[in-house]
Nanobody
Framework: VQLQASGGGLVQPGGSLRLSCRDS????????VGWYRQAPGKQRELVAS???????IYADSVKDRFTISRDYAKNTVYLQMNSLRPEDTAVYYC?????????WGQGTQVTVSS
């Protein structure tokens, strides 16, 4: 079972994208869920995480620009990304936090370029 992220694409600096991750297998349940990203030549990093009844946590590099949210009825997690920068270019993934290796999907490519 893999989690599939969607919504990526090519956007100009300063633009916005909204990523979605639908959990059709109810893997997330009431666990903490995270959005991660991996840029070329770099390690995968946690971008944001959200749990039930707790404040979301963001990496310093995306704070005040990205917003993670969760729709429990739709079993879907979102990542709203605003004021995108070239350094946000990466493949974005969703997974539990801490992540489970078997749930990594193919991710969705986000490219920020003029």
């Amino acid at each position: 079972v893999q989690l599939q992220a969607s919504g990526g694409g090519l956007v100009q600096p300063g633009g916005s994208l909204r990523l979605s991750c639908r959990d059709s297998q109810k893997i997330f349940s009431n666990n903490v869920v995270g959005w991660y990203r991996q840029a070329p030549g770099k390690q995968r990093e946690l971008v944001a995480s959200i749990g039930r009844g707790t404040e979301p946590i963001y990496a310093d590099s995306v704070k005040d620009r990205f917003t993670i949210s969760r729709d429990y009825a739709k079993n879907t997690v979102y990542l709203q990304m605003n004021s995108l920068r070239p350094e946000d270019t990466a493949v974005y993934y969703c997974n539990k936090y801490p992540p489970y290796a078997r749930y990594w999907g193919q991710g969705t490519q986000v490219t920020v370029s003029s």
